[in-house]
């Protein structure tokens, strides 16, 4: 399998370029974000992606001959040493020949990199309605991949079925973000819930809201086990709203003392667990968060992320939880997210519901059950 690095503005150029110059049955090895090498450092450079493929290819393309790429600079491509007659051997033609080609996979690796290409607008592939969406997009946060993904799709319905491209897209994007999963009590029987997410994403604080939700919306009867015994005035920050609220809470200091607590809550309808705030990929956190859910054999999980966190960071997050067979999301600190794509990128990689969103500090306020109508039309809007 030979490789091949390809760099463009956004992940739709660069797909349509490595199909152009090396075909559809291309593999995508790796893809990450870059910055464009201008300047001293590149510290005020553009941002591209850098796309690496692997292909099986018996010769180099026609189109990527040296005559056939605009603005390219020459290639020389490497000639067989010569050798005298009389110390010629086929051993010797086949390493030369080796050689050969390896200088000639690096010297096209390098000249892919080098050649300037015009700057492409995946949006133009599209119908004048159907770019218009794509550019709406983009602009309010959808990463320009899943905007060509989708818009293609809208294309596919829309010609196919004959329909509004914008009631399509619509509906699309609703799709993409589910129904929401919110807390519900369950009659005659007590319901344990739990929050588990990254340090700094203020789950502690959403426990809060959802707990005064509870108790003053629903009228239920409910207690708090504080699992976080590493944050430091963590029981003293949830134990001050618990006297507001007039519940009660009990501070775990291991996954095995949970029984105990749930035990002592048995009349309660509802129990909120609040875990520890710790680097997801900790793995003795996520230890005893599966300790905590078949100890306390939970009914709901929800992981808090925050929409102002990088896409990076979001990913590893999911990846690290993904041992949680069923759960749904709370994202926090949507006020500080600069745009409304993050609902839909965290909708994709993670494939479960996005249930309650929180808009700031206030408790109990600043909460609310997500609506997918409404991030849709945030999401398209002009």
């Known amino acids: 399998m030979k490789l091949k690095t390809f760099r463009a503005a956004n992940m739709s150029e660069a797909m349509q370029i490595i199909k152009d110059e090396v075909g559809p049955d291309a593999v995508i090895m790796s893809s990450r974000q870059v910055r464009k090498k201008k300047g001293p450092l590149s510290l005020f450079s553009k941002k591209e992606y850098e796309v690496r493929v692997g292909f099986e290819e018996e010769e180099i393309p026609k189109r990527m001959q040296p005559e056939m790429v605009a603005n390219s600079v020459p290639v020389r491509y490497p000639s067989r040493p010569a050798v005298p007659d009389h110390q010629e051997t086929s051993s010797g033609n086949n390493e030369a020949v080796v050689r050969g080609m390896d200088e000639m996979k690096k010297m096209i690796e390098q000249l892919s990199e080098q050649v300037s290409r015009p700057e492409m607008a995946p949006q133009k592939r599209f119908p004048g309605k159907i770019s218009a969406l794509y550019q709406r997009m983009v602009k309010n946060g959808v990463e320009a991949g899943l905007a060509n993904e989708i818009c293609i799709e809208t294309e596919t319905i829309a010609d196919s079925r004959n329909a509004d491209p914008d009631e399509v897209i619509v509906n699309l994007l609703k799709d993409l973000l589910g129904n929401p999963h ?161 609902f839909l990128y965290l909708a994709k990689i993670s494939g479960r519901p996005l249930s309650y969103l929180t808009t700031g500090q206030n408790v109990p306020d600043d909460i609310k059950l997500m609506d997918s109508s409404e991030i849709a039309e945030s999401i398209l809007e002009k």
């Open 182 to 342: 919110p807390i519900e009590p369950t009659k005659y029987r007590r319901k344990t819930i739990m929050l588990a997410g990254p340090t700094g994403v203020g789950k502690t604080t959403t426990l809060i809201k959802l707990a005064y939700m509870l108790v003053y919306r629903e009228k239920l009867n409910i207690g708090i086990v504080n699992a976080d015994s590493f944050r430091v005035a963590a029981k003293e920050h949830i134990k001050a709203y618990c006297e507001i609220l007039k519940t009660d809470m009990i501070t775990i200091y291991k996954p095995e003392e949970l029984k105990d607590a749930l035990d002592a809550f048995a009349d309660k309808d509802m129990v909120l667990i609040d875990t520890a705030g710790k680097v997801s990929d900790d793995k003795q956190y996520l230890m005893d968060l599966a300790k905590l859910i078949n100890i306390g054999k939970v009914d709901d999980i929800y992981i808090t992320l925050s929409a102002a966190t990088s896409e990076r960071v979001l990913r590893t997050a999911i990846k690290n939880y993904s041992f949680l067979k069923n759960y749904s999301i709370i994202v926090t600190k949507t006020d500080e997210a600069p745009d409304r794509g993050v």
